[in-house]
């Protein structure tokens, strides 16, 4: 079965459009990546600072050769052809899990 990474990230408040418009600015970069599943950004509603940035991948191998190619360089220089940038993130920490069900809707 897939594999699910979630990033959370750590943004303060005037942070946020930033972290948003940088993702939306990424929009279709790794949807073509070997082994990529699905990909959601999730904003906090109440109670918490967290986003959450989740993503599922066939193995651990597509997870990785992602990180160490597409993404690492995204990020290196804030992306091609851009002067590095201040994270909009002040922390981050990522979650693995493995998917041990899943379901979806019902066809009519």
Do not use: C
């Amino acid at each position: 079965m897939s594999v699910v990474k979630i990033n959370v990230l750590t943004v303060p408040a005037e942070q946020r459009e930033v972290l948003e418009k940088r993702f939306a600015s990424r929009a279709g970069s790794v949807e073509g990546s070997d082994g990529f599943e699905w990909f959601e950004l999730l904003r906090p509603v109440e109670g918490t600072d967290n986003y959450l940035v989740y993503t599922r991948w066939r193995d651990e191998e597509s997870f990785q050769a992602w990180m160490e190619g597409p993404m690492k360089s995204a990020h290196q220089n804030g992306g091609e052809g851009e002067a590095p940038k201040r994270p909009a993130a002040s922390g981050s920490t990522l979650w693995s899990f493995d998917v041990v069900q899943s379901a979806g809707p019902k066809n009519a």
